[in-house]
Structure formats: structure tokens, C-alpha cells
């Protein structure tokens, strides 16, 4: 079935250090792909999305790039803050369907 | 701007006692949803819900999972008898058109749901 598989946490950085969070999903269409992240305390939150292959999703100085040949999205960030420590799920969903497959989550804490 | 609003934020409940999770959607959505999350595992699918009436289920939601929009603004999850497997994080989402078509689902801060 659908899914997606995505690195353990938790991922300790010091600011400014360059950040990985790798994601690989496995999906019997062709799926949309998302990161969505989830600060301490609140809801989880869209941070970047990518429709078709070889696109690029970006916000915030996160990148993602779809690639279809490894079946991946995993998450960049060249420069993270203190400010990015939160849990980021990476999910799936396929055409004209309601439902959002995620990941297990990676908690992210970065410190000063 | 607009937000996903949830109600309680954490529920302690008896096994076996019914419990209903309250969610607010942004107002002109027309799309809503439920998933959990169990502790240390996935964010899962359980609803959706258009037009009054389910559109989707997972296997999860069986019939001692029901929803409603009772008053056009609220979302609600009823769950009948609660088991200990029940205790997760129900996040509560909606959007405006089919997830599928968009990807942009909005969502709340969670309620947590503690069976004993």
C-alpha cells in the first residue's frame, strides 16, 4: 500500500549547521508530496509542497525536491535556527483523494 | 488568520465511557477531517467528511467512531466506548477543496485523549 518512510529523531544541530531530514515514500499513483512541521504547542502546519516530479517545494529556507527515479523528498535546510526546532512530517497524498498519508515525524532541536 | 480550532485539549476519560472531541473548522471550508496519532507512531486517517455526509474511512473508523457537523460550524468525533488503544492525539483539518487537489490541509493543535 501507499506510504511513507522517513528518518528517525531525534536530529540534534547547533545553529547554523546544515540540516537532512530524508524521506522516501512508496505510492501505487502519483502522489503530491508535503512537509509539514509542528512547533511546540501547536497544530502541524504546511511547509512546503511539490505536485510533480522534478519540482521543487520552498518556504522559510526549506527546499524539498520530488524525485520520482528515488522515490524520495527529503528536506533541506542550508542554515537552521533555534527557531526551526520542531517535529516535521513528510506525507503523500494521491489525485482527488482525501486522505494524507504521513510519516512517523522527526523531531528537530537545534541549539545555540 | 484564520485557524483549526480544538476542544479539550486533553481528555481523561474511564474505559468504556463515550467522549466527544470537539473541533471548529475555518469557516469557509467545506472539506473536514480527523486523524490520530498514537504515541511514537504515525499521524493516521481516520474521516473525512463533505457535504454532511463521510466521504472517506479508514479501517480504524469503525462504528464506535461517528462524526458530525451539528450546527454548521462545529466538527465533532464521537467515540461510544472508549478502549485503551483509543489514547492518541486527534488532530482535527479541513480545507477547501479535496486534499488530493490542493494538499492544503489546515489544521489544529490537537486534542489528546488519555483511556485508562
Known amino acids: 500500500g501507499d506510504s511513507v518512510t522517513q528518518m528517525e529523531g531525534p536530529v540534534t544541530l547547533s545553529e547554523e549547521a546544515f540540516l537532512t531530514i530524508n524521506c522516501t515514500y512508496t505510492?501505487?499513483?502519483?502522489?503530491?508530496l508535503f512537509w509539514y512541521v509542528q512547533y511546540p504547542g501547536e497544530g502541524l502546519q504546511l511547509l512546503l509542497k511539490?505536485?510533480?516530479?522534478?519540482d521543487k517545494g520552498s518556504n522559510k529556507g526549506f527546499e524539498a525536491t520530488y524525485r520520482k527515479e528515488t522515490t524520495s523528498f527529503h528536506l533541506e535546510k542550508g542554515s537552521v535556527q533555534v527557531s526551526d526546532s520542531a517535529v516535521y512530517f513528510c506525507?503523500?497524498?494521491?489525485?482527488?483523494?482525501?486522505?494524507?498519508?504521513f510519516g512517523t515525524g522527526t523531531r528537530l532541536q537545534v541549539f545555540p | 488568520e484564520p485557524e483549526v480550532t480544538q476542544t479539550p485539549s486533553h481528555q481523561v476519560t474511564q474505559m468504556g465511557q463515550e467522549v466527544i472531541l470537539r473541533c471548529v473548522p475555518i469557516?469557509?471550508?467545506?472539506?473536514f477531517y480527523w486523524y490520530r496519532q498514537i504515541l511514537g507512531q504515525k499521524v493516521e486517517f481516520l474521516v473525512s467528511?463533505?457535504?454532511?455526509?463521510?466521504?472517506?474511512k479508514s479501517e480504524i473508523f469503525d462504528d464506535q467512531f461517528s462524526v458530525e457537523r451539528p450546527d454548521g460550524s462545529n466538527f465533532t468525533l464521537k467515540i461510544r466506548s472508549t478502549k485503551l488503544e483509543d489514547s492518541a492525539m486527534y488532530f482535527c483539518?479541513?480545507?477547501?477543496?479535496?486534499?488530493?487537489?490542493?494538499?492544503?490541509?489546515?489544521f489544529g493543535e490537537g486534542s489528546r485523549l488519555t483511556v485508562l
Open positions: 483539518a479541513s480545507s477547501e477543496r479535496v486534499g488530493g487537489n490542493t494538499g492544503e490541509l489546515f
Open positions: 505510492a501505487t499513483g502519483y502522489p503530491s
Open positions: 511539490a505536485t510533480k516530479a522534478d
Open positions: 506525507a503523500l497524498i494521491l489525485y482527488n483523494t482525501d486522505k494524507l498519508i
Open positions: 469557516s469557509n471550508h467545506l472539506y
Open positions: 467528511f463533505y457535504n454532511n455526509e463521510i466521504s472517506e
